[in-house]
Every structure is written in structure tokens, then in C-alpha cells.
């Protein structure tokens, strides 16, 4: 069975903190992807990794960074959390083009 | 870049009636297509996929898609609604056909309610 783990299912934070949400995956999968959810907006792709130590922006980078060290691996960084990045947050992978398999996603609260 | 339109971000319907919900996309060539599913607090789960060949294609819990390109539609159908089908679903398309990256266009979401 295909597996995608997110470090935390909820998370709070205070704005000015560093951090990082991680997502691992078993299925040696090349492609990573993270993804913000907000009511009304759908998905809205922050960053993706299409091989170890390689990295693309998405539609939304600001105020993001990505690292991926391992292939199985991928971790999101917000440098310094904001009120407007509240939100759900969504990791997933594929191998090549095929479909995306999706973590059970991190409800993050910055106050 | 890709476009994903789902028309309704809210659709209601009555246990046992027919469930439609409606995806356009952008693309002139045809890309691969699919339909996620996401309930409650959780992450999205594959309902179907259109890659190449039937351009009817069924999936899990008794949904099923159809691609037409000259309509450059995949709206998603059950015959009968359940009320375990209430959730949100979104409609998603590939970059283009057989890129290996593997980035997915999503639209907004429909939000599916099942009145008893």
C-alpha cells in the first residue's frame, strides 16, 4: 500500500518562527510536491522536486523554501511564518506523470 | 499552463439521485486527466484517471468519467448518490501528455452534499 506521511496533522505557531513541515514517502517515487488548500482557492502548488537536491517554484513560492537531501523526503520551510499563511498544507509524489499520491496533510495556525 | 474549470463549488443532491459534477479544461491537446476525492480532514485520494484508450473510464465507489475532447470536458457521474459520498471532489490535469515531471493543474473543488 502507498504511503505519504506528513510530520503533524496540526501544528501552531507563532509569527517571526522558522518551520519546517515533513513529508516522507515509501514508494520511490522521483517526483515531490507541496500544495496550500484554502477555502475557495483549491490546491495552489508552492514548490515541487522532480529529483534529489533539485527544486522548482510552483504558483505561490513566497515566503517558502523546499530541501530535499533524501529521495523519499521532502521538506517545506517557511522562513519566517506570517498570519496569512494559516492553511492547510499538502504533500504528495508520483512517479513520472502518473497521478499524485497525497499525505493526510498539516493544518498549520500561525498566531 | 493549464486551466481546470469546475463549474458549482457546492452541488446538493437527494440519496439515490444522480450525481454530476462538471470539469473543463484548457489544453487543445489532450492531457491525462483525473479526479481526486477528499473527505473530512483528510488527504486527497485518486478516484479515476483517463491516460489513453476508453474514453469512458470508471473508477472506485461507483464513479465513472467520461473524456470528450471536443468538449474539452471529464465530468465525474454516479448513478446514485450515498450519503458516504458527501466530500470534496477536484478535478485535475496533467502538464501535458508524458511529461515526467509530473505537475497537476487543479480546480477548485465541488463540494458535494447528500441530503437523506
Known amino acids: 500500500d502507498v504511503k505519504v506521511t506528513q510530520s503533524s496533522r496540526y501544528l501552531v505557531k507563532r509569527t517571526g518562527e522558522k518551520v519546517f513541515l515533513e513529508c516522507v514517502q515509501d514508494m520511490d517515487h522521483e517526483n515531490m510536491f507541496w500544495y496550500r488548500q484554502d477555502p475557495g482557492l483549491g490546491l495552489r502548488l508552492i514548490y515541487f522536486s522532480y529529483d534529489v537536491k533539485m527544486k522548482e517554484k510552483g504558483d505561490i513560492p513566497e515566503g517558502y523554501s523546499v530541501s530535499r537531501e533524501k529521495k523519499e523526503r521532502f521538506s517545506l520551510i517557511l522562513e519566517s511564518a506570517s498570519t496569512n499563511q494559516t492553511s492547510m498544507y499538502l504533500c504528495?509524489?508520483?512517479?513520472?506523470?502518473?497521478?499524485?499520491?497525497f499525505g493526510p496533510g498539516t493544518r498549520l495556525t500561525v498566531t | 499552463a493549464q486551466s481546470v474549470t469546475q463549474l458549482g463549488s457546492h452541488v446538493s443532491v437527494s440519496e439515490g439521485a444522480l450525481v454530476l459534477l462538471r470539469c473543463n479544461y484548457s489544453?487543445?491537446?489532450?492531457?491525462?486527466l483525473f479526479w481526486y476525492v477528499q473527505y473530512p480532514y483528510q488527504g486527497l485520494q485518486l478516484l479515476l484517471k483517463y491516460t489513453t484508450g476508453a474514453t469512458l473510464v470508471k473508477g472506485i465507489n461507483g464513479f465513472e468519467a467520461e473524456f470528450k475532447k471536443s468538449e474539452t470536458s471529464f465530468h465525474l457521474t454516479k448513478p446514485s448518490a450515498h450519503m458516504s459520498d458527501a466530500a470534496e471532489y477536484f478535478c485535475?490535469?496533467?502538464?501535458?501528455?508524458?511529461?515526467?515531471?509530473?505537475?497537476?493543474?487543479f480546480g477548485r473543488g465541488t463540494q458535494l452534499t447528500v441530503w437523506p
Open positions: 504528495a509524489s508520483s512517479f513520472e506523470g502518473s497521478e499524485q499520491y
Open positions: 489544453s487543445s491537446v489532450p492531457p491525462y
Open positions: 485535475a490535469v496533467s502538464e501535458d501528455r508524458g511529461s515526467t515531471l509530473g505537475r497537476l493543474y
